[in-house]
T-cell receptor, first 113, second 111 residues
Framework: KQEVTQIPAALSVPEGENLVLNCSFT??????LQWFRQDPGKGLTSLLL?????REQTSGRLNASLDKSSGRSTLYIAASQPGDSATYLCAVRPRQAGTALIFGKGTTLSVSS | DGGITQSPKYLFRKEGQNVTLSCEQNLNHDAMYWYRQDPGQGLRLIYY???????QKGDIAEGYSVSREKKESFPLTVTSAQKNPTAFYLCASKVPGREQFFGPGTRLTVL
C-alpha cells in the first residue's frame, strides 16, 4: 500500500532563508505528485504538479523536484517570507485504484521576520 | 469566477442526527472527491466520483453516503453510523492529467 511521509513535521526559519521540504513515497508506480499549501482552517491551494515523466517544476520562488526511482520529492523555497508560513502537503496519485491522491501529513513552516 | 464552493463553513451535529455537506463546482470537472482531515493528519479519502451517477468508496467510507446526480454537485451525508465525525471536510475536483482543486472546507463538530 502506498504511503507518503513528509519530513520534518515542523520547521522554523528566519526571513530570507532558503529551505527544503522533503517528501518520500513507498511505491514508485505513480502518475504524478502534487504539492499543496494549506493555511489554518482553510482549503488546499495547489502549488506545483509534477508528472511522472518530469524531473522538476518551477513557479516563482518555488521549485519542486521528483526522483521517482528513489521515491523522493523536494520542495525548495527561495528567500522565504513571513507570508510563506503555512502547512505544506505532498500527495501522490498512484497508477492503480482510481484517481484519488494519497497525502502525507504535511510540514508546518513558520517564517519569522 | 470558476471554483469550488462548500457550505456551510461550520456545521454542528447532535448525536444520532444525519447531516449533509454541500459541494458545488463550476469548473466543468468530471471527477469529484471528498476527503476528511483530522488535526495533525493528512487527508483521507471518503468517496470519489469520476462521472455522473457513479461513485466509489475510498479508504474511510463507513458511516458516510454520497450522490452524484449532476456534474456540478457532489453532496456528502454524514450519517449517525459515523461514530467520530468531528473533522474538517474537504471537497475537490479535477480533469484527467491536471491538478486537483480544493474547496474551502466545512468544519463539522458533534455536540
Amino acid at each position: 500500500k502506498q504511503e507518503v511521509t513528509q519530513i520534518p513535521a515542523a520547521l522554523s526559519v528566519p526571513e530570507g532563508e532558503n529551505l527544503v521540504l522533503n517528501c518520500s513515497f513507498t511505491d514508485s508506480a505513480i502518475y504524478n505528485l502534487q504539492w499543496f499549501r494549506q493555511d489554518p482552517g482553510k482549503g488546499l491551494t495547489s502549488l506545483l504538479l509534477i508528472q511522472s515523466s518530469q524531473r522538476e517544476q518551477t513557479s516563482g520562488r518555488l521549485n519542486a523536484s521528483l526522483d521517482k526511482s528513489s521515491g523522493r520529492s523536494t520542495l525548495y523555497i527561495a528567500a522565504s517570507q513571513p507570508g510563506d508560513s503555512a502547512t505544506y502537503l505532498c500527495a501522490v496519485r498512484p497508477r492503480q485504484a482510481g484517481t484519488a491522491l494519497i497525502f502525507g501529513k504535511g510540514t508546518t513552516l513558520s517564517v519569522s521576520s | 469566477d470558476g471554483g469550488i464552493t462548500q457550505s456551510p463553513k461550520y456545521l454542528f451535529r447532535k448525536e444520532g442526527q444525519n447531516v449533509t455537506l454541500s459541494c458545488e463546482q463550476n469548473l466543468n470537472h468530471d471527477a469529484m472527491y471528498w476527503y476528511r482531515q483530522d488535526p495533525g493528519q493528512g487527508l483521507r479519502l471518503i468517496y470519489y466520483s469520476q462521472i455522473v451517477n457513479d461513485f466509489q468508496k475510498g479508504d474511510i467510507a463507513e458511516g458516510y453516503s454520497v450522490s452524484r446526480e449532476k456534474k456540478e454537485s457532489f453532496p456528502l451525508t454524514v450519517t449517525s453510523a459515523q461514530k467520530n465525525p468531528t473533522a474538517f471536510y474537504l471537497c475537490a475536483s479535477k480533469v484527467p492529467g491536471r491538478e486537483q482543486f480544493f474547496g474551502p472546507g466545512t468544519r463539522l463538530t458533534v455536540l
